[in-house]
């Protein structure tokens, strides 16, 4: 049986925070000349794909990029990039095996509105300070070579192709080729780091980024979940995983719910006023459980009925048909939803 995957998000200008880290936390960089040829990599992927990469850190046992997909090729790229490392790594060192530790992480991230390149980008340039690779109070960011921060201090012939500095420097509103602002910008969220409050801020403001699936306002994440929806529709549901195919359960869980409330002449607002093992609660439940990937926890909060255990009483009672107010309610609902799917 194959294993279940993520559902990647793919379209023409697509923004992603990707990280993979190595297999079992072992290192993915021995030595400099590794980082080197990975950076390398990088650069041939760029080439081959159109990429364009707006930040980059590498640290021992994994890599962050922001990176964007103008021809909204990310899994086929990245497949070239992490497989092509891989092997090189591997000839280099006289190992064999995988590499990475399962698939990668890609955040979708939000563009045009919001300061979201700034916000993924510091995220990624302070790492080495907030994983101790550097002292913070004691040594420059720019200590740290292995990230496109120093890049982004250097004029524009010193920096690669494939890294584009001026829309990061435009969402913190920087002047392209501004370095000295951007490194008293971040140098700046260095000092924060060292203070507890400050630290205490920025880890709240990355929450969505290491928690989430994307970055960006609820409408920007309800295009995203219509996206999802069309991904999974043209794959089977039980081959995917991960936080965007259980919110796109919990949106297509909240829409279906709304309609059987509807269907049972129930209103959301006044579920807590009733019984917690009303029939028609216990077969809402059952008929949600069977049309949805939402929680069981989930559906007892929505229908107010307790435990979440009694979800599943609720459906079991259901599928026995000993209860004919259950069955009754059962077959109504079941009939209402051919009439308005025409049949």
Known sequence: MAMARQVRIEYEGALYHVMARGNQGQGIF???????????????????????????????????????????????????????????????????????QGRYKALVVEQGQGNYFGVVSTYIHLNPARTGLIKVGRDRLGAYAWSSYPMYLKGGRQRPGWLVTERVMRDLGLEA???????????????????????????????????GWYLGREGFGERMLRLVKGRIAKGRAGSYMGPA?????????????????????????????????????????????????????WLSEQLAMGEESSVSKATGRVKQGGDAELNRLKKHLVKALKNVNGG
């Open 245 to 297: 195919k259980r919110e796109h359960g919990q949106a297509e869980a909240k829409r279906l719910l709304e309609w059987g409330l509807g269907a049972l002449g129930l209103e959301a607002g006044r579920l807590a006023q009733k019984p917690k093992a009303m029939a028609e609660k216990q077969v809402l439940a059952w008929w949600l459980r069977q049309r949805t990937t939402a929680s069981r926890r």
């Open 30 to 100: 021995v030595d400099e000349l590794d980082r080197k040829v990975w950076l390398e990599t990088v650069a041939e992927g760029c080439e081959k794909t159109g990429w364009k990469v707006h930040a980059y850190v590498l640290m021992g046992n994994h890599y962050h990029l922001l990176l964007e997909t103008p021809e909204g090729n990310l899994v086929e790229g990245m497949k070239w990039l992490q497989g092509t490392y891989t092997q090189r790594y591997n000839s280099r060192h006289s190992v064999f095996g995988h590499l990475f």
């Open 177 to 211: 080729g501004d370095g000295r602002g951007y490194e008293a910008y971040l140098e700046g969220r260095v000092l924060e780091l060292g203070m507890k409050a400050g630290r205490k801020g920025l880890e709240e403001q990355w929450k969505r980024i290491r928690r």
